[in-house]
Structures are given as C-alpha cells and as structure tokens.
C-alpha cells in the first residue's frame, strides 16, 4: 500500500483540488444545459416544465438575440483587433531602453487592476455631456459636443475606447514577454546583411512574435465576448438595445423577465460561440508555432 501510494503521489495529492474545480465548472453547466430545454419562470412556484427545444427555436427567432449576437462580434473584434495593433506598438516602444522604464510598465498595470464597475463610472464622468473631459477636449479643438453614451451610433464606438484603454496594457505586456525571450543572432545576421529597422520589424520580429500575439489575442478574445461589467455599469445595454450583448441580453431574459429556459438557451448558445472561437484560434497558433 506504501509503495502504491509512493507511487502514485503526484496524482493524489492534486486529486481533491481537480475534483472541487471540476464540480464546479461541470454542474453549472450540466445544470444550465438541462435547463435550457425547461421553460421556467422565478416568478411563480410552478416547478420547470420539459419543452424540448422550444427555447431555441424562440432564440433564434428573437430579432433582440440576433441584434445582440452582431453587437456582441462587433464589440469583440474591432476592440481586440485595436489592443492587438496597439499593444504591438506600445511593446516595442517599452522594449527600448529609456529612463523611467519600470515606472511606466508599472502605470501600465493601473487600468487593469482598478474594479471594471469603477473604471465604467469614472469614463460615464468623462463622457459626461455637459462637463465631461471628452466633450471638453473636443470643444477645445473646435469640434461640437458629443452624446458619447447616449447615442445609438456612437454608444458602441465609446465602450470600445474604454475596454481598449483597459485592456491593451495587457497584450502590451505579453508581447514585450515574448520580444525579451527573442534570439539576438537573427537580429545580428539581418544588420549585418543590411536591413532597415522595417525590414527587420517586418520579416524577423512579427514572425517569430506570432505565437506570442496569439496567445494574448486568445486570452482577449475570450474575454471580451464575455465583457459584462463595463456595460452593465455604463449603458446597461442602452440607449434602447443598442450596446446590448449577449451577456446583457442574458441577464435581462433571465433577472428581469424571469425565462430562465430562454436565458439557459441563450447561455449554452453563447458557450458554444466562445467555445468554438476559442479552439479555433488555439488551432491557428499551434499551426503558426509549427511553421516558425
């Protein structure tokens, strides 16, 4: 018994531990998952009643799910797409030497470690229309005065500001990992040869910095699409349904109208999008990790 517990230490010591992180990922989604198929509402006793796939033929017949699914992908790829290009940018710029280096990598963890709901009520201050910073910089430059939070057009634009201004420190920090841990000899063959900082840049940097790139714009995508907090706590989906997500559109079926069914339905599908785009880009970048 001794032996066999020798033996077998590495797996048993962590058993527990795997086991309670296990339970509490399956069972919520074991549970939503069966719910999903109940129609069910918190505001009477009635316990939940099997219909099948009702709930989702209602979700993808509701015109608010397809509005919040393009509102979803539209958030989520332009603000990614935006922290991966400047978060390249700020990485290099890091990467050189200067005074006060360390100070401003530090400065550059303050967005992220500030609580989302707190970051959300400062920019509503600054997206203020009357006496917020953004409409006086823009009267400043001569430009009129914005609704930045209360128009249907430009309601989207401003979210994405801010989970850029949030996130893209983050990238920027992955990406001077990676650019650290690079080999010096490319970079030596490439002077000596003759080659422009672009050329360098462009045909040694970005392609040995792609797995790293991936990785960040995988951790980014992921939690973007899941992006709850700053929305709710700025627009709360508004005005009308206009930076209404998923995730918002969710918490409204099922904590203001009380269709948990609907709400699951729309939860699992939600899952099945993060889920797919998640092992998509995973596929990418050991396809890219491959080839370098």
Known sequence: MSYWFDKHVKWIYPLPAVLFVALM?????????????????????APPLWVAFENYKE???????????????????????VQTVL??????LLNAHFI??????TLFLLPMVATPVAIGLVW???????????????????LPAQEWLASP??????????????????????????LVSLPKDPYEAAIVDGANRFQIFWKITLPLLQPTIYSAVLLRLIDALKTFDIIYATTQGGPGTSSQTLNIYG??????????GKAS??????FAIVLALSILVIFLRKKVGVSI
């Open 153 to 178: 057009d430009l309601v989207l634009p401003s979210l994405i500001i801010i989970d850029v201004w949030e996130w893209t420190p983050m990238i920027a920090l992955i990406v001077l990992a990676g």
């Open 25 to 45: 990922m399956v069972f919520p989604i074991g549970y939503t998952f069966w719910l999903s198929f109940n129609e069910w509402s918190m505001s009477n006793v």
């Open 87 to 92: 978060g390249v940018l700020l990485a290099l």
């Open 100 to 105: 006060g280096k360390g100070i401003v990598k």
């Open 59 to 81: 979700l993808f017949a509701d015109e608010l799910f397809r509005q919040s699914l393009w509102t979803t992908f539209y958030f989520t790829f332009i603000a990614v797409a």
């Open 251 to 260: 918490y409204v079926l099922g904590f203001q109208y009380f269709q948990l």
């Open 265 to 270: 339905a729309l939860l699992m599908v939600f």
């Open 124 to 142: 509503v201050l600054i997206y203020e229309p009357n006496v917020g910073v953004a409409n006086i910089f823009l009267q400043v430059m001569g």
